[in-house]
T-cell receptor, first 111, second 115 residues
Framework: QKEVEQDPGPLSVPEGAIVSLNCTYSNSAFQYFMWYRQYSRKGPELLMYTYSSGNKEDGRFTAQVDKSSKYISLFIRDSQPSDSATYLC???????????FGTGTRLQVFP | DAGVIQSPRHEVTEMGQEVTLRCKPISGHDYLFWYRQTMMRGLELLIYFNNNVPIDDSGMPEDRFSAKMPNASFSTLKIQPSEPRDSAVYFCASSAQGTVYNEQFFGPGTRLTVL
């Protein structure tokens, strides 16, 4: 079993929809949680990060962490065609520099 | 800042040939990471360096893979001999020590095809 599991999709939604992307993990030591966005034929880039449990909001994006369930989510409100990309969750325990990535979920937002 | 630079962007080679991928991290970054991305396995960490020293190479699949970082501004990933199953996109990333969330900045990747 992988340390981080993520549904590969693709997830196809109409413009304006609310999108929910999720990851589960098995290592209870993980404290730092990140979402990276990767456009086609580009490298991933950091979208959001959270530390430990709770929510974080940035514009149309909200990241949630539920450590008791070992489950993290990224919500996208009012989705746009420009949000079409692969979204990768990443996480690490304290005091390390190595990130463990999920396999990524491909999102398509159609007009 | 130019960001992380990788070369070549595309490489097509035949099985058994040596392949060398190159990376220039962002100036001032202390950490350098090499990843491999495939549809089946996603983004896998191969090896990472801190201040030019290899810290964790547990992700290097076989002895055919080797990585070096001779100085703070240059790293190579070498595959010798290459095999078709090595076909993937290889990313280099760098980060700065001391950031709370260890944001990694990725290069554009090298798309490797081994025939």
């Amino acid at each position: 079993q992988k340390e981080v599991e993520q549904d590969p999709g693709p997830l196809s939604v109409p413009e304006g929809a609310i999108v929910s992307l999720n990851c589960t993990y098995s290592n209870s030591a993980f404290q730092y949680f990140m979402w990276y966005r990767q456009y086609s034929r580009k490298g991933p880039e950091l979208l959001m990060y959270t530390y430990s449990s709770g929510n974080k909001e940035d514009g149309r994006f909200t990241a949630q962490v539920d450590k008791s369930s070992k489950y993290i989510s990224l919500f996208i409100r009012d989705s746009q065609p420009s949000d079409s990309a692969t979204y990768l969750c990443a996480m690490s325990p304290d005091n390390t520099d190595k990130l463990i990535f999920g396999t990524g979920t491909r999102l398509q937002v159609f007009p | 800042d130019a960001g992380v630079i990788q070369s070549p962007r595309h490489e097509v080679t035949e099985m058994g040939q040596e392949v060398t991928l190159r990376c220039k991290p962002i100036s001032g970054h202390d950490y350098l990471f090499w990843y491999r991305q495939t549809m089946m396995r996603g983004l896998e960490l191969l090896i990472y360096f801190n201040n030019n020293v290899p810290i964790d190479d547990s992700g290097m699949p076989e002895d055919r893979f080797s990585a070096k970082m001779p100085n703070a501004s240059f790293s190579t990933l070498k595959i010798q001999p290459s095999e078709p199953r090595d076909s993937a996109v290889y990313f280099c990333a760098s980060s700065a020590q001391g950031t709370v969330y260890n944001e990694q900045f990725f290069g554009p990747g090298t798309r490797l095809t081994v025939l």
